[in-house]
């Protein structure tokens, strides 16, 4: 049949499944928006302002950094890392 797709085998849906941690700024020492999504153009929404809240309010629009993982579990766990570390030079 033309025009289909063949399904892709279980053995290598993992290469398929990817989730993305990134990081959004407004601007150098401004306000930052860390999330994680298996959607990369989810991405390329808040960048564009097409999501309102959060990342419209501060100027979030600004990519700072990504990272790509096979585990929904170790990408949550790492964007919780960042969001629950302290700033430089902050005591508590």
Known sequence: MAGLVPAIPLVHAHVVRRFYLYILGS???GALYVGVTNLL???YDLK?????GFSAQY???QQ???EVYDSVYVAIQREN???HRRAPGKRG
């Open 64 to 66: 700072v950094h990504f």
């Open 59 to 61: 100027g979030i629009d």
């Open 48 to 52: 564009d302002k097409l999501v309102k």
């Open 27 to 29: 601007r150098p020492g």
């Open 41 to 43: 153009c989810r991405v």
């Open 81 to 83: 890392s960042i969001k």
